[in-house]
T-cell receptor
Framework: RKEVEQDPGPFNVPEGATVAFNCTYSNSASQSFFWYRQDCRKEPKLLMS???SGNEDGRFTAQLNRASQYISLLIRDSKLSDSATYLCVVNPSFRQKLVFGTGTRLLVSP | GAVVSQHPSWVICKSGTSVKIECRSLDFQATTMFWYRQFPKQSLMLMATSNEGSKATYEQGVEKDKFLINHASLTLSTLTVTSAHPEDSSFYICSARDGGRDEQYFGPGTRLTVT
């Protein structure tokens, strides 16, 4: 079983739609969680950290479910510029190396 | 967010030559930097963890004598691909951890093509 699993997609949605991605992780002792965004042929950029209480940043909401070992990312009112690959990232131990999912590709169309 | 730079952004070299890639944290001190490689349509693969002032820790399957890492200061780590071969052609990305924080920030990457 992979340490971090994501549905590769692609998710094709129209502008304005709400879309959600899930990600599961295998190490129940994992300490911290992140969502990164990667555009084609570019480096990953930190989108948001995921906290136990959940957190929201504008149109983006992240949730963590430790019991079921999954994290989610919800994007409301999708924009064309949201088209990218979203990487689920887990840190198994505080301040150690990150483990990346393979990414979920999102395509937002007009 | 914190800024990490990489140089060069792309390089083409002949088989058998060596290529050095620099990774700098511009506005923070990075005690730990990480080097990744990404092939087309694949996920990032961690190659090694670089700690300032000590030897790098390489992931399984990564040849330490081929991929030389130096982290001589809190703001600079270098990766040297020695005796490059066409199969080393890839997108090399570094990241740096901002001090006591947990997040990592990525450089813009270096696209290496070996002919």
């Amino acid at each position: 079983r992979k340490e971090v699993e994501q549905d590769p997609g692609p998710f094709n949605v129209p502008e304005g739609a709400t879309v959600a991605f899930n990600c599961t992780y295998s190490n129940s002792a994992s300490q911290s969680f992140f969502w990164y965004r990667q555009d084609c042929r570019k480096e990953p950029k930190l989108l948001m950290s995921v906290y136990s209480s959940g957190n929201e940043d504008g149109r983006f909401t992240a949730q963590l479910n430790r019991a079921s070992q999954y994290i989610s990312l919800l994007i409301r009112d999708s924009k064309l510029s949201d088209s990218a690959t979203y990487l689920c990232v887990v840190n198994p131990s505080f301040r150690q190396k990150l483990v990346f999912g393979t990414g979920t590709r999102l395509l937002v169309s007009p | 967010g914190a800024v990490v730079s990489q140089h060069p952004s792309w390089v083409i070299c002949k088989s058998g030559t060596s290529v050095k890639i620099e990774c700098r944290s511009l506005d923070f001190q990075a005690t730990t930097m990480f080097w990744y490689r990404q092939f087309p349509k694949q996920s990032l693969m961690l190659m090694a963890t670089s700690n300032e002032g000590s030897k790098a820790t390489y992931e399984q399957g990564v040849e330490k004598d081929k991929f030389l890492i130096n982290h001589a200061s809190l703001t600079l780590s270098t990766l040297t691909v020695t005796s490059a071969h066409p199969e080393d052609s890839s997108f090399y990305i570094c990241s740096a951890r901002d001090g006591g924080r947990d997040e990592q920030y990525f450089g813009p990457g270096t696209r290496l093509t070996v002919t």
